[in-house]
Structure formats: C-alpha cells, structure tokens
C-alpha cells in the first residue's frame, strides 16, 4: 500500500514539474519572441545567435583547412561550375573550327569539322548543363557544419567534431522545438484572426485589421525560422493597385516579403491543411484563389488580376513569374502572362546566404513537410531583399522584352546569373522549338539567309 501511494506521488511529481517546464517555456516564448514579433521590436536575440555562428564557422573552417592535405584543385570560381565553356556565339565558335579550312559563314558550304561544334556542346551539356544544375543545391565554399552539406569537405577534426555534436543537440533539442512552438502559434494566429476578421462587415477598420493580422503572422514565423532580413530602398516598396514580382527560391519566400507589409497572394486552392488556411486568409483580405479548371484558362486567370488591380484600394498582387523554385544562383525566364495585364511591376530581388542554411526547395527530392524540418534543423535563415523601382511597359514594347528587362534587373541586383531558359524544364523536356531555333540559326549560315 505504501508503495503504491509512494509511486502516485512522484507521478504526480513529475507531471507537477512537467507543467512547470511546458509554463515557463511557453512564457519565454510569448514574453521574448511572440509579443516582440507582434509589435516589430527585436531584443537583439537573433543578432547576437548571427554573431556567435559566424565566429564558430569561422573557426571551423580554420581547422578544417589546417587539417587538409595541400593538393591541386579546380578553380574556386568557374562560370558554370566543372567545365568552363565558352561564351562565344555559334558563329563565332564555328568560324575559329574553320580557320585551317576558311570559309565564308555567311551564304558557305557545309564542312565537316562543323559537326565537331555541335559534338562538344552535348558533350557539355551531358557533363553538366546551365540549366539543371539550377534545380539541386547550391555549392558551399566552406562547410557550414551540417551533415546535409558534408559532401566535399571530407576532413574533421576532433573538435570540429565535438563542435558539430554540440550543434547537433542544440538544433534539434532547443531550436527545432522553439521553431516548430512558434509556427504553430503563429498559424493559429493567422486560421483564428483571420476567420473572426472575417464575420465583421466590409470596412477600413477591417482591412486595418486583417492587415494586422496577417503581419503579425508572418513575422512570428519569420522569429521562427530565426529569420535575419535586411531589407534595401523601402522607398520603393510595392504600393496598392501594382504587381510585385520576384525570383524565386523558396516558399518561405512570401515569409520573407510579407513579413515588411501585406500582399494579395495569388495562386491554386489546395486541400488539407494549406487549404483550410487559404479559406481563412481569403475571408479577411482579396487574395486570388484559382481552381484547378480555371488555371488552364489563361484568360479567366488574366480578368481576376486586371479587376483586382484596377481597384487601388487592393493590396498588391505578390507573383513569382518563374513559376518554379530555383537555386538561389540565377533567375530563370519570366512568363509573360503577369506583364500582359497592365498596371505597375514592382521588381523585388531576394539573395539569401547559404552559409545558414540552403533555403532552395527540390519540389522533386522533398516535400513540404520534409523540406520545412529542414529549414527548422538549420542553423538560421539570413537574406537580403532589395526593392527596386517601380517599372511599367514601354513604347513599343511587348510583354516578353517587359519581362526580361525587369527579369535583368532583379538578377543584377541580387548577383544573379540572367538565364533565358524556362523554369518548366525542371518537370518537362525541351520545348521542339527550342531545337527548331538552333537548326534554323546553322542553316542560315551555311546557306544564306532567304
């Protein structure tokens, strides 16, 4: 009998000071991150974690490059990473194959040392091609102590290895719970704010609010993803009635923007959770949900964003014209569809630094959860955001020359490599046209042009 009773109290005992432990952190949590959040204020927590890391990686790398052996490696910079190709046209390229047997290139004959260009470009392309090396994870220059990234760096030492251990625990028995904590708190915060702001009639104080809100939300998230955003020329942030475009790296990239004001999402309704979230925010603010059917109809999809930005009391529409994720290296070819349909584009550029974490997501190698236990286990988030000056459509110009001018812009601004290639070859084969337009460029120089 004794022993029974001695057993039920230090169960209770025990469930006592696990309460005890869940009400403390929760009060850290509330009084140090979440309220904070709410009102925009930063303790200089995640400054100083910033600092910190830096100074261990810094050492780290020290160590590792004291322990290695010296030996002859590729260059640190390569514009297209093992080989380096030449940037010359074909014109160019075929006319230096000629040289032993000239002849003109404009109206010649075929020669067969021609074929020997076309054999090094596949040659190339099967080694390492432009494009899909922007759909897999970015190269570190030095290893940033995660195993996900241990691939090139082969030797630790023994306190590099303590060191990793150490962060090991640290990301995910302190980070990854606090993370996962605020995450939920701030989409409870979004699913409840927002259906509530949803029952009041249709009003400035209502959009006050659902703007609250949902700024609100965004930043808690962003606290949880250890999140260290700079952001450049707020001057030129996308204002009502325009269209904000932006490379894309990330589905934490609307975080990111959202987090320094309010945007009308634009995108397809999904089921499960995401769509139980979708159906809130579109309660409180007019953002632009498609179904499936009406995706393939580009005109539909055209009219709901031409009336949505004819009303200037609307926010601005938030669109991602690659329409993919790509590395966080290069933008990729813009659709012309978000530059057909008027208004003013507001280019927005997003760098992040990889050296914290790889924040690309390989749609084809991870899915959502997977991908966000990822960034959760990282050791932080940190980018820069630049917004750029608003642009509109030129004399004379179409929606395709709009929409590689702002797509230059943003790639120079974020040191990113321009590329004209589409996003889409990431899930489809190369377009024929693409093939067409090769065949037709030779054809014209060995046989004129008609």
């Not at 005890?20 to 009084?31: A, D």
């Not at 669109?319 to 994720?325: A, R």
């Not at 929606?399 to 589409?422: C, E, M, P, T, Y």
Request: charged share 20%; aromatic share 10%.
């Amino acid at each position: 009998m004794k022993t029974v009773t001695g057993l039920e109290e230090m169960e209770g005992a025990s469930w006592d000071l696990a309460l005890v432990v869940f009400e403390v952190w929760l009060s850290v949590v509330f009084g140090l991150i979440v309220l904070p959040a709410m009102f925009g204020v930063s303790l200089g927590f995640t400054d100083l974690y910033i600092k910190v890391l830096v100074k261990i990686l810094e050492w780290a790398t020290l160590r590792i490059q004291r322990g290695q052996k010296k030996q002859d490696t590729l260059p640190a910079h390569l514009p297209n990473g093992i080989i380096e190709k030449d940037d010359g046209s074909m014109e160019e390229e075929i006319g230096e194959l000629r040289r032993s047997h000239p002849k003109s290139l404009v109206g010649g004959d075929f020669t067969l040392c021609d074929a020997f260009y076309f054999c090094k470009k596949g040659i190339e392309s099967i080694v390492e091609d432009e494009v899909t090396q922007r759909f897999t994870s970015e190269e570190l220059a030095s290893w940033n102590l995660l195993t996900r990234t241990n691939n090139n760096f082969q030797y630790i030492s023994v306190r590099v290895t303590i060191i990793w251990g150490l962060g090991v625990f640290i990301r995910y028995c302190v980070l990854l719970p606090l993370r996962v904590t605020l995450a939920a708190i701030g989409l409870s915060w979004l699913v409840i704010g927002t259906t509530l702001v949803g029952l009041m009639p249709h009003s400035n104080v209502k959009n006050w609010i659902s703007d609250l809100i949902h700024i609100t939300c965004y930043r808690i998230c962003a606290r949880g993803l250890s999140a260290r955003i700079r952001y450049h020329n707020k001057e030129n942030r996308p204002k009502k009635g325009g269209i904000c475009v932006a490379n894309h790296t990330s589905p934490i990239d609307i975080v990111i923007l959202a987090n320094d004001g309010c945007y009308a999402m634009v995108g397809q309704i999904h089921g499960g959770l995401m769509g139980v979230i979708q159906r809130s925010m579109v309660r409180s603010c007019p953002h632009v949900w498609f179904e499936r059917s009406e995706m393939k109809d580009r005109h539909a999809v055209a009219k709901r964003l031409r009336d949505h930005i004819a009303d200037k009391t609307k926010l601005p529409i938030l669109i991602f014209p690659e329409g993919t994720c790509i590395n966080n290296t290069s933008v990729m070819m813009f659709k012309k569809g978000s530059f057909d349909i008027g208004g003013t584009i507001y280019p927005v550029a997003i760098k992040y630094d990889p050296q914290f974490g790889d924040a690309f997501w390989n749609s084809g190698k991870y899915n959502m959860v997977s991908y966000l236990l990822r960034m959760m286990s990282s050791w932080a988030i940190v980018c820069n955001v630049w917004y750029l000056p608003p642009m509109s459509l030129q004399d004379g110009e179409d929606a395709v020359h709009f929409a590689n001018r702002v797509k230059s812009a943003i790639a120079r601004q974020g040191g990113l490599v321009d590329l004209s290639w589409d996003g889409g070859l990431k899930r489809e084969k190369v377009k024929k046209s693409y093939k067409e337009e090769q065949q037709k460029m030779y054809s014209s120089m060995i046989a004129g042009q008609d």
